[in-house]
């Protein structure tokens, strides 16, 4: 599925988790909608072009623009060097931050998922940060549909985000909900492509439908019925 697939049913799920969750205040089920949204799209982080990807990153053009820069730039500090020209350091620093400019999105990722296994071994932070930490920082170098699409690690995630929220305010508990109803309906719009979602452990099991074409009409129409079913929910609910 594509984004507009994804968050349709992500809201969807969203927003039938809230219809079996009674009593709820407007707020925390505002946060539950959103964070069903955007957990809709998360998995996507392993695709180095999907639309949660692209906000971390310049565009391709860009991206190729800064390699080449980089490269002339590494290439001028070398020469001025051989050629005992003053300060070559800065053709080669210059290179270097053109070059991590180019890598944002794998800056960002290892870079937060570092962080948070840090605060997992200095500051004892819920196993949860140490989850996520681990998936953050090799996210830009597993395979698209690898591991994070897997049903073993969202059913790991899902016990993580549960056990941490378990303790925490209603607005935190209804964080965690959205975010792994977006997940998980994340997972069965792709089970449903060409392309589907495989088993971690069972390398064999794999989950393909072939019912919808990525971007297709079909898709589109799903996305419009997704969207009318969760107002009408959300009407019913309050």
Same mark, same amino acid.
């Given at each position: 599925m594509n984004r507009q697939g994804h968050v349709g049913l992500a809201i969807l799920a969203g927003s039938a988790v809230l219809y079996f969750t009674p009593h709820v205040p407007v707020v925390p089920s505002a946060v539950l909608i959103s964070a069903a949204g955007i957990g809709g799209l998360l998995p996507d982080l392993d695709h180095k072009t999907s639309t949660v990807s692209n906000k971390l990153q310049f565009s391709s053009r860009t991206r190729r623009k800064l390699k080449g820069l980089s490269g002339l730039s590494l290439g001028m500090g070398i020469l001025w060097y051989v050629l005992q020209q003053p300060m070559p350091w800065v053709w080669i620093v210059?290179?270097?931050?053109?070059?991590m400019a180019s890598r944002l999105r794998m800056l960002i990722l290892s870079g937060l998922g570092l962080l948070l296994i840090a605060g997992y071994e200095l500051y004892g932070l819920h196993w949860l940060s140490l989850l996520a930490g681990a998936a953050l920082l090799v996210m830009p170098f597993v395979k698209h549909r690898g591991i994070i699409h897997s049903p073993e690690f969202a059913g790991v995630l899902s016990v993580s985000v549960?056990? #941490?929220?378990?303790?925490?305010?209603?607005? #935190?508990?209804?964080?965690?909900?959205?975010?792994?109803?977006?997940?998980?309906s994340h997972l069965v719009g792709d089970s449903v492509t060409v392309e589907g979602i495989r088993s971690v452990l069972i390398p064999r099991l794999k989950v393909a439908l072939n019912i919808l074409r990525n971007g297709g009409a079909a898709e589109r129409w799903i996305a419009r019925g997704c969207w009318v079913s969760s107002i009408a929910l959300w009407l019913i609910t309050f």
């Amino acid at each position: 599925m594509n984004r507009q697939g994804h968050v349709g049913l992500a809201i969807l799920a969203g927003s039938a988790v809230l219809y079996f969750t009674p009593h709820v205040p407007v707020v925390p089920s505002a946060v539950l909608i959103s964070a069903a949204g955007i957990g809709g799209l998360l998995p996507d982080l392993d695709h180095k072009t999907s639309t949660v990807s692209n906000k971390l990153q310049f565009s391709s053009r860009t991206r190729r623009k800064l390699k080449g820069l980089s490269g002339l730039s590494l290439g001028m500090g070398i020469l001025w060097y051989v050629l005992q020209q003053p300060m070559p350091w800065v053709w080669i620093v210059v290179g270097l931050i053109l070059a991590m400019a180019s890598r944002l999105r794998m800056l960002i990722l290892s870079g937060l998922g570092l962080l948070l296994i840090a605060g997992y071994e200095l500051y004892g932070l819920h196993w949860l940060s140490l989850l996520a930490g681990a998936a953050l920082l090799v996210m830009p170098f597993v395979k698209h549909r690898g591991i994070i699409h897997s049903p073993e690690f969202a059913g790991v995630l899902s016990v993580s985000v549960v056990s #941490f929220t378990a303790t925490q305010p209603l607005l #935190f508990q209804a964080l965690g909900l959205g975010l792994l109803a977006g997940w998980w309906s994340h997972l069965v719009g792709d089970s449903v492509t060409v392309e589907g979602i495989r088993s971690v452990l069972i390398p064999r099991l794999k989950v393909a439908l072939n019912i919808l074409r990525n971007g297709g009409a079909a898709e589109r129409w799903i996305a419009r019925g997704c969207w009318v079913s969760s107002i009408a929910l959300w009407l019913i609910t309050f």
